[in-house]
């Protein structure tokens, strides 16, 4: 008896597990039959828009200048954003967004201007969207934002945002808030393909490569020979002074790009540009430093020599941190870590193996 109440309950319980998950769960293999639309989605095409955030997208020409759009994506307690660019940015861009407040109840859908990054440069009712109908209702604890555009073809270029969690637009102002996460794509509306973009991606990659070899790579080799080679006096401080201006020079051009990059995309890399920024501050002050030092016979000279070791030592650290943490944020994986990761190891297997030597001599 007391074995068929804990089968009993084991059964309802994944029953009640599986009915709450696929609650959340859309696809383009189910029917739309939600109440509440605008329009009729019944002849609706449907792709998957942003896997990674279950967003689907069901979209359909109903006449030669009319666009209907129904956007599906798990009720987070957050607002949900379809925007339409020229060129896969969000500034610039022209977008819907939708909301029901989990709060309070309130619910809207209103279209905005993406003019840039902060509040006040993202305008409500700007833009260049003609909005027919639109709705936004929830059911089986997803949100369906639906909305009609008057348009001849509407950009293939979209681009999709998820609000923070809990914080909605609300009268009079409207103000939307920085998004947590985004996604941009381009759309076939014929064939129904979608594809992920990677906005400035020639732009992300020279910030990388500069920034890594730059402040990354050449500031560890010029330290390494500066601390090693000394005996091969003045080869050592030519090789030295080259090593640490290219990289200065590297590292200046990989935080322009960085500056134009953060820019163009509207992102928010608080903590890698302060960092990014510091580490160009300490390279300065290098510059000053070694243009300003003082004669061996100095007395001052052994206090400016630990400041500059001192303050090349930070710079070199928090520069590899500040690689990977980048990497971190562009999402390129392994690949990068890696290739970075290695050339490190390689350096310190090389700083190990002359320290060693430096000893052994002493």
């Known amino acids: 008896m007391m074995a068929s109440s804990v ?33 009729d989605s019944a002849s609706l095409h449907c792709v998957s828009a942003w896997s990674s955030q279950n967003f689907i997208l069901r ?20 607002y949900i954003a379809i925007g339409f660019s020229s060129n896969g940015l969000m500034i610039g861009s022209s977008a819907v967004v939708g909301w029901i407040s989990a709060t309070d109840g309130s619910s809207g859908v209103k279209k905005y201007f993406l003019g840039g990054q902060s509040s006040k ?23 369906y934002l639906a909305f009609q555009l008057i348009a001849d073809q509407p950009s293939r270029r979209i681009i999709y945002a998820l609000g923070r969690t809990g914080l909605m637009p609300s009268s009079p102002s409207f103000s939307l808030t920085q998004h947590s996460s985004t996604a941009s794509t381009a ?11 990677s906005p400035e991606s ?28 000394r005996e091969w ?46 580490i160009l501050v300490l390279g300065c002050l290098q510059v000053m430093a070694f243009l300003a030092r003082p004669g061996k016979s100095s007395k001052v000279r052994k206090y400016w020599n630990w400041y500059h070791h001192s303050a090349g030592g930070i710079l070199i650290v928090l520069a590899a941190a500040n690689v990977f943490y980048g990497i971190h944020l562009a999402r390129k994986g392994r690949e990068w870590n890696v290739g970075y990761g290695v050339v490190l190891a390689i350096l310190f297997v090389i700083a190990v193996l002359l320290e060693v030597r430096l000893w052994v001599r002493k």
Not at 12 to 38: E, K
Not at 219 to 227: D, E, F, K, L, Y
């Open 7 to 39: 089968i009993f309950i084991f059964f309802f319980t994944i029953c009640g597990l599986a009915a709450f998950v696929n609650s959340q769960v859309d696809s383009c293999s189910s029917n739309l039959n939600i109440n509440g639309l605008p329009f």
């Open 59 to 78: 979209y359909a020409q109903t006449s030669s200048n009319l666009w209907s759009f129904v956007l599906s994506a798990p009720d987070a307690n957050s």
């Open 121 to 143: 440069e993202v305008v409500p009712d700007g833009g260049n969207l003609v909005v027919n109908n639109s709705a936004i209702v929830t059911q089986s604890s997803r949100l």
């Open 187 to 197: 759309l076939n509306y014929v064939t129904g393909q979608t594809s992920s973009l």
């Open 202 to 229: 020639k732009l992300r990659k020279s910030h990388g490569a500069l920034s890594m070899a730059g402040w990354g790579i050449l500031m560890m080799i010029g330290a390494i020979v500066a601390r090693y080679f």
């Open 233 to 278: 006096d003045p080869a050592w401080f030519y090789v030295h002074a080259c090593a640490q201006s290219l990289g200065f020079l590297l590292g200046v051009a990989g935080v322009i790009c960085g500056l134009v990059l953060e820019h163009r995309l509207g992102v928010d890399v608080s903590t890698h540009k302060g960092l990014g920024i510091f």
